[in-house]
């Protein structure tokens, strides 16, 4: 069965320090892999989405980046962490469920910028 | 550019009660939509996935409901417990083979159910 990890689970940065985010699924190949984050009261964004190894496209103008260097590990960075980068950040994968093709999500990273 | 509504934002029921989650969208042209239940601090769990050529999913007690036309969906949920309480998600992909699976989600109904 396919499983999706993140980690790490918590993290608390200072402003300006850099982030790295990851996020492996295992039981699958060459996964569609998402990136969303959900900040107080906003719901859930979509930042990034990869359909395959070094093909990255961003939804969003915004502080992070993100790179795919293997097939089943995408990866959230910053150079500089702004408050405004507070938030739970989730990873998806794109598999096929019973009634057709669904995103499964990891368990997240709650990320705290003081 | 999709948007999509939740209402209510909140909702608490005592238990037994059968309730109805809603779900709005402003552009019909889309490939399927997607229910997810989230628990506190957790992520998101898949509930019902439903084409956009079908009309309702049914898993146990769950039953969800799609009215592509005038952009509509519905969860409904029988004989509430208190283990259903969590954060209810509705969620849309775009029809198009450039859409990559892209997920457009709502805000969320918060169910709160109590003894």
């Known amino acids: 069965s396919q499983t999706i990890h993140q980690w790490p689970a918590t993290l608390v940065q200072p402003v300006g320090s850099p982030l790295s985010l990851e996020c492996t699924v295992e039981?699958?190949?060459?996964?569609?892999l998402y990136w969303y984050r959900q900040a107080a009261g906003r719901g859930l964004q979509l930042l990034f989405y990869s359909v395959g190894i070094g093909q990255i496209s961003s939804e969003v103008p915004q502080n992070l980046s993100a790179s795919r260097p293997q097939d089943r590990q995408f990866i959230l960075s910053s150079k500089k962490l702004l408050l405004s980068d507070s938030g739970f950040y989730l990873c998806?994968?794109?598999?096929?469920?019973?009634?057709?093709?669904?995103?499964?999500f990891g368990p997240g990273t709650r990320l705290t910028v003081t | 550019k999709q948007e999509v509504t939740q209402i209510p934002a909140a909702l608490s029921v005592p238990e037994g009660e059968n309730l109805v989650l809603n779900c709005s969208f402003t552009?019909?042209?889309?490939?399927?939509l997607q229910w997810f239940r989230q628990d506190p601090g957790k992520g998101l769990t898949s509930l019902l996935l439903?084409?956009?050529?079908?009309r309702e999913q049914t898993s146990g007690r769950l039953n969800a409901s799609l009215d592509k036309s005038s952009g509509r969906s519905t969860l409904y949920i029988a004989a509430s417990q208190p283990g259903d309480s969590a954060t209810y998600l509705c969620?849309?992909?775009?029809?198009?083979?450039?859409?990559?699976?892209?997920?457009?989600f709502g805000q969320g109904t918060i169910l709160t159910v109590h003894p």
């Open positions: 998806a994968w794109r598999g096929v469920g019973t009634s057709g093709y669904e995103q499964y």
């Open positions: 439903i084409q956009s050529s079908q």
């Open positions: 969620a849309v992909r775009r029809a198009g083979g450039t859409s990559y699976g892209k997920l457009t």
């Open positions: 039981g699958t190949s060459n996964p569609n």
């Open positions: 552009d019909s042209a889309i490939y399927n």
